[in-house]
């Protein structure tokens, strides 16, 4: 059964740069899976943010396009975000996500990310 | 871009009840595109419903989704006490996936 699970800093201050790092066990992300990323600031709801294919191929969501860049690392079974010129708008839980067919299948626990000075 | 409108925002219901969850889309989605999450608090989202109609691996029978084109229904024929949560559709189109804006099943 594969796991995910996401690491990384959990106060990021505004303008600057977020990054997190989502682990895979109990699978390779060298699969012809996709894997994504998926962001809920507080009580709101799901926002689809990237994917990335183990050969590199990505895909982004418009909105966060020029801010965003998703990348896999598949000697150490992961994949990352970044996430540039952060507001508070960009305060949330940050999860990341196998995908299956049209959907993501598995995802880790999820880490709140606050932007505030 | 594709916007999904889920309804009702809230639902009152009693276990025991059936519930009707209402995703309209505004423009037509492939049903092999459309699926259906359940999220409780401070838990990830869990996949339902993938391709309109197909259960997802260990998901009670309970659960059934229907639609095509614009208008998608999930149903949960009896609701268990488990089952009162927030649930969100989904729809993958043109490299891209967007959400609902949720449902909230709540006990009555």
């Known amino acids: 059964q594969v796991q995910l699970q996401e690491s990384g800093p959990g106060l990021v201050k505004p303008s600057g740069t977020l990054s997190l790092t989502c682990a895979v066990s109990g699978g390779s992300v060298s699969t012809n899976n996709w894997w994504s990323w998926v962001r809920q600031p507080p009580g709101k709801g799901l926002e689809w943010i990237a994917e990335i294919h183990h050969t590199g191929v990505t895909n982004y969501n418009p909105s966060l396009k020029s801010r965003v860049t998703i990348s896999i690392d598949t000697s150490k079974s992961q994949f990352s975000l970044i996430l540039n010129s952060v507001t508070a708008a960009d305060t949330a839980v940050y999860y990341c996500a196998r995908n299956g067919d049209y959907d993501q299948d598995h995802w880790g626990q999820g880490t709140l990310v606050t932007v505030s000075s | 871009e594709i916007v999904l409108t889920q309804s009702p925002g809230t639902l009152s219901l009693s276990p025991g009840e059936r519930a009707t969850l209402s995703c309209r889309a505004s423009q037509s989605v492939s049903s092999t595109y459309l699926a259906w999450y359940q999220q409780k608090p401070g838990q990830a989202p869990r996949l339902l419903i993938y391709?309109?109609?197909i259960r997802a691996t260990g998901i009670p029978d309970r659960f059934s989704g229907s639609g095509s084109g614009t208008d998608f229904t999930l149903t949960i024929s009896r609701l268990e006490p488990e089952d009162f949560a927030v649930y969100y559709c989904q729809q993958y189109d043109s490299f891209r996936y967007t959400f609902g804006q949720g449902t909230k099943v709540e006990i009555k």
């Open positions: 391709g309109a109609s």
